[in-house]
Every structure is written in C-alpha cells, then in structure tokens.
C-alpha cells in the first residue's frame, strides 16, 4: 500500500463540519501536514502538527492525532464554498526535510 | 514565509521539444525542489535541486531527461526533455527555510504535451 493514504472525495452541504481523514504507516514520523490546493493554484500549507500532539486547533480548523493507529484527520467547522479544494495529507521523518504525500481528498462544497 | 514565483504558469507543447520551467524565491533559502503532480495522483518529488552541484534525482528520474540547474540560493531550473504526452502534468517548484520547516510552494505549471 501507500505510505499516505486519504479518500479520493468528500461532499458536504454548506454550513456541515468536513472531516478529512488520513492514515499514515512511519511510525517515526515527526510532522504531519494538512496542505490546501485550489484550482490552478499551488499548494498551500493550512496546518501542521509534530508527532508528541493529539490535537491542534486554529480557527475552524481541527487537526486530530492518533499516533498509535497513525490516523491524522483535519475537521473544518462551518463549510463555506471557498473551502472546496484538493486537501493534501503529508507527513515527514525526523532529519528529513521531503515530506511524503497522500493523493489528495477533493473537497466539494454544495449549498 | 518564501514568496515563490514559477514561470510559464502553463504551456502546451509538441512532443519532442524541451520546455524550461523557472523558479524563484524572494529569499534564499536552503533547499529547492522540484515534485511532478499527475492527474489524479500525489505529488511525486522528481529532485532535490542543489546550489553549486549536480541535483539530487529520486528513483525513476533521470538526469538526461529532467536537467535541473540551481545557480543561487534563489533560483532553479527544470528542463523537461524530448517530451512525449505521458509528461503532461504539473510541475511545482517547492522551498524549505531549513530543516524541519514548512515546504513552501510555487502555484505549478500546467504541462499539456500534444
């Protein structure tokens, strides 16, 4: 399998909480990263986490941590139709600056 | 933060021709490094580009076919070469400050190869 895997798509009404989800298999994984693409556009970092958390929050972002099964998700409260983008899980070992990706969960806000 | 500016945004191309895609930064920073984003699919780091020295290619990337050139701390090059349609993808230009800091990204430049 992949070293990041994610689920392809997510719909939700606007308004609803998203949840994007993410397992990883290095269990040395030191950083794990939540990146926002839109259309035409490069990636954008939203959020990073290190590897001795469980959770981060900023604003509406929600970043949870469960190291023991290597599940990382990313909550987004109050879905707006700007959040529809390819949303990137990644994460990266200690003394490595390359961190590896998943292959993008789409996001489609409807209203 | 690193303000990356990647140039062409995007280009179609006739297959066998080069095409050289631009990066720079509005700062120097310490490591460069150039991923290929296919339809559909993860990004996929083509090369470490290294200031002064040859570039540092992954497994499957060739030099031949992906020359990367980095003169300075703030610019870098990837040439793709004799295209043929399978390299239509996104190119992304991408930063780090240092170690253990965000990878900044450039906005990617849409190759279509006819």
């Known amino acids: 399998g992949e070293d990041v895997e994610q689920s392809l798509f997510l719909s939700v009404r606007e308004g609803d909480s998203s949840v994007i989800n993410c397992t990883y298999t290095?269990?040395?994984?030191?950083?794990l990263y939540w990146y926002k693409q839109e259309p035409g556009a490069g990636l954008q970092l939203l959020t990073y986490?290190?590897?001795?958390?469980d959770m981060k929050q900023d604003q509406r972002l929600t970043v949870l941590l469960n190291k023991k099964d290597k599940h990382l998700s990313l909550r987004i409260a109050d879905t707006q139709t700007g959040d529809s983008a390819i949303y990137f899980c990644?994460?990266?070992?200690?003394?490595?600056?390359?961190?590896?990706f998943g292959r993008g969960t789409s996001l489609i806000v409807h209203p | 933060s690193a303000v990356i500016s990647q140039k062409p945004s995007r280009d179609i191309c006739q297959r066998g021709t080069s095409l050289t895609i631009q990066c720079q930064v509005d700062s120097q920073v310490t490591m460069m490094f150039w991923y290929r984003q296919q339809p559909g699919q993860s990004l996929t780091l083509i090369a470490t580009a290294n200031q002064g020295s040859e570039a540092t290619y992954e497994s499957g990337f060739v030099i031949d076919k992906f020359p990367i050139s980095r003169p300075n701390l703030t610019f870098s090059t990837l040439t793709v070469s004799n295209m043929s349609p399978e390299d239509s993808s996104i190119y992304l230009c991408?930063?780090?400050?240092?170690?253990?800091?965000?990878?900044?990204f450039g906005q990617g430049t849409r190759l279509t190869v006819v």
């Open positions: 986490i290190f590897s001795n958390m």
């Open positions: 290095d269990s040395s994984s030191t950083y």
């Open positions: 991408s930063v780090r400050t240092g170690m253990n800091t965000e990878a900044f």
């Open positions: 990644a994460e990266s070992s200690g003394g490595s600056y390359i961190p590896t």
